[in-house]
């Protein structure tokens, strides 16, 4: 059976690498598995485009390596005045219609939007969705994340959280085996993991935020990752997935800088004001912290207490002993309490949280996991 793919966020990073990686690998004289994968549509934040028979190899492998927009494919059509919330509307009214066949890949940042999009698709349509934008699945209600994915033969969604380390699919089959979740403890930021190892190795705070700046590892604007709302959004889904019923706002988040510092309009400006009044006391907390045989670390946790998770997303001192203390850059690193994995012999998996290739090729397994018959051969 054909397995038809449409992806959302074709001209991003995530998006382009994905699609170098399916014109590579995804093809069925490679014999991997016998169930060709098409890519038959491609949508960017303007255009999409649709080609039933599905894009050719050549032009995948050249659309991925070049800045080429959707705009630009032949027969693209603009979508801006609809969005792509429309698209399912779009594609039975043009004939594209694959129904369980067809797999919307979400690599987009769209928040509403793809909240709304994802529930049109998993209550009104036969189709599948995988998914590395975590805002349908970590930003919204508890009642949206569970009508989106009661049902993982439609909704993947692996590349949201450690997607490297494969956390999603551990915590969900340990709750649907019945192993109860009492604590996480985990390290969920490369960006910030890669700054606190920076410091705690001599860098001043703001040498450290230039240094994952120009490593590429922020966003455009640093202070995105230095909020902790990706930290927060990715322990919401890790609880959610290990069985709790939380909600984003349940977090009790405290940002790696003052929150004033986000308030200052220019990201450069911002950077002085970390020099002149943060360098000198973050230094003198990390010598502090030292003495004690401690270090820093930017921890997501939850802990079950009382019959009620508290989360907490926020700075913390840990031993230099610990794992934690020992991850280097942007590994991302996580330890699970269990009714199995007890206090004594916690899960534990440490490792590449994330990156383009491992999150692109985590969409791939989950592609091969929504196959509705997977052959081998
Ligand atoms: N980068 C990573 O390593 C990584 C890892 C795990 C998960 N993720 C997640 O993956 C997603 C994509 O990340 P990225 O780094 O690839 O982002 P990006 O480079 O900013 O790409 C975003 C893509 O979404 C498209 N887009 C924006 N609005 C759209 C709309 N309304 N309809 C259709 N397409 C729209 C953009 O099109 P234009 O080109 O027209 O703007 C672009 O193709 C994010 O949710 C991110 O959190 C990323």
Redesign the pocket.
């Known amino acids: 059976m054909r397995q038809n793919v449409f992806v959302?966020?074709?001209?991003?990073?995530?998006?382009?690498?994905l699609l170098g990686q399916m014109a590579e690998n995804d093809v069925p004289e490679l014999k991997r598995h016998q169930n060709p994968t098409v890519v038959i549509g491609l949508?960017?934040?303007?255009?999409?485009a649709i080609n039933q028979g599905g894009f050719s190899q050549e032009f995948l492998r050249q659309f991925a390596a070049t800045k080429q927009?959707?705009g630009e494919v032949i027969g693209a059509i603009d979508?801006?005045s609809e969005?792509?919330a429309e698209l399912p509307r779009i594609l039975r009214e043009t004939g594209t219609w694959y129904g369980k066949e067809l797999v919307y890949v979400?690599?987009?940042?769209?928040q509403e939007?793809?909240r709304d999009l994802h529930l049109d698709i998993i209550r009104n349509t036969d189709s599948k969705i995988a998914?590395?934008?975590?805002?349908p699945v970590g930003r919204y209600d508890h009642e949206t994340y569970k009508t989106l994915t009661a049902n993982p033969t439609r909704y993947r969604y692996s590349?949201?959280a450690m997607?490297g380390l494969g956390a999603v699919p551990w915590l969900s089959e340990r709750h649907m085996i019945g192993d109860r979740v009492h604590r996480i403890d985990a390290s969920l930021s490369g960006t910030l993991g890669f700054i606190t190892d920076a410091m705690a190795n001599g860098m001043k705070m703001s040498e450290a935020i230039q240094a994952a700046r120009a490593a590429g590892y922020t966003e455009p604007d640093y202070r995105d990752d230095l909020n902790g709302i990706?930290v927060a959004r990715k322990l919401t889904i890790l609880a959610r997935e290990a069985g709790f019923p939380v909600e984003f706002a349940d977090i009790q988040l405290e940002p790696f800088l003052p929150r004033e510092y986000f308030d200052i309009s220019d990201p450069e400006e911002c950077l002085e004001e970390i020099s002149e009044k943060l360098d000198v006391s973050m230094q003198s907390e990390v010598d502090d912290a030292k003495h004690f045989g401690l270090t820093h670390r930017y921890l997501a946790s939850l802990e079950h207490l009382d019959g009620k998770p508290v989360l907490k997303v926020g700075m913390q001192r840990v031993p230099l002993s610990s794992g934690f203390a020992r991850l280097q850059g942007t590994d991302n690193r996580i330890q699970v309490v269990t009714d199995m994995y007890t206090d004594k012999k916690p899960y534990r998996l440490e490792g590449p949280?994330?990156?383009?290739d491992?999150?692109a090729s985590?969409l791939r397994r989950d592609l091969v996991n929504l196959q509705s018959q997977v052959a081998r051969f």
């Open positions: 959302l966020g074709a001209t991003g990073k995530v998006g382009r690498e949508a960017d934040s303007r255009h999409y927009r959707v979508h801006s969005g792509i979400d690599a987009t940042s769209e939007l793809a998914t590395a934008n975590k805002n590349a949201t997607a990706d949280g994330a990156g383009l491992i999150t985590v």
